[in-house]
């Protein structure tokens, strides 16, 4: 196994073990919990963000990557058909099933980094999913994405800016350009995950080169959001 497949190995790994504590933190609990303020910062670029969502209103069949326990997948119901929601770790689908409770959602525990799409939807949506996929993946990332869209569908995701206050008090997010951090779980182990950190600019210019019209924006300090059309379809 090579350096990479390793890493990607070891990213699967530590979500199977971080999923009973991963909301806290998305929801500023425990060693995520920054204070009072910087705790209102967050829900507050929280709050822009799923208005930017509610306002590219995510419809028909979603396809939603990376799906995670579900804190996105709930909002994407509102206004979903149906909701195609992949992951590869069974312990997140079934917080997610827990959370959402819906038979408008279909599960697939799937390596995205292996997996092809099975149908065409209106919407793709990822969370903090972009920000794991290695470098040298990338165009063939935004190229599945692409695969995946009806005519005239769309992608939106959200991910993380670099800002240290984003996680957890004994995480080191070290040097932007890195590509990599370590990540540490309650019990103290620690895994090495992928973590790559766009600026909005950059990532347009990017996008636009593969055939996207991007629209991507920034929070003032926590969150990278935006949206895409696919125009080679
Ligand atoms: C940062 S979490 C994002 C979860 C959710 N989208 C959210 O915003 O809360 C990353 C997710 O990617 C999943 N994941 C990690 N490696 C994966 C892979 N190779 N294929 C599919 N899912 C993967 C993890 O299980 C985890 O749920």
Known sequence: ?????SLLKAQIEYYRARAPEYDD????????DRGPEANADWFAEIALVRAALDAFH????????????GLWTEPLLGSARTITAVDAVAEVLEL???????????????????????????????????????PT?????W????????????????????EPASTARDHQLGDPG???????LNDGSEFRIVKVFYRAEDLAAR???????????????????????WNTR
Not at 111 to 133: E, I, K, M, N, Q
Not at 148 to 156: C, D, E, Y
Not at 178 to 184: D, K, N
Request: net charge neutral; with cysteine; proline share 5%.
């Open 1 to 5: 196994m090579n350096g990479m497949d």
């Open 137 to 141: 993946l990338f165009e063939a990332f």
């Open 58 to 69: 995510p419809e028909g069949d979603i396809l939603e990557l990376a799906c995670g326990t």
């Open 143 to 162: 190229g599945m994405v692409g695969s995946a869209l009806k005519p005239g569908g769309r992608a939106f995701f959200v991910d993380s800016q670099y």
């Open 25 to 32: 933190w998305f929801l500023r609990r425990g060693r995520y």
């Open 207 to 229: 996008l636009q080169t593969l055939g996207w019209t991007p629209g991507i924006r920034e929070t003032p300090h926590y969150f990278i959001y935006g949206e895409g059309d």
């Open 96 to 134: 997610n099933r827990e959370r959402v409770h819906s038979d408008k959602v279909r599960y697939v525990q799937a390596d995205l980094f292996a997996w092809r799409p099975d149908a065409l939807y209106d919407t793709v949506f990822f969370g903090f999913w972009l920000s794991h996929v290695p």
């Open 178 to 184: 890195a590509g990599s951090v370590v990540r540490r």
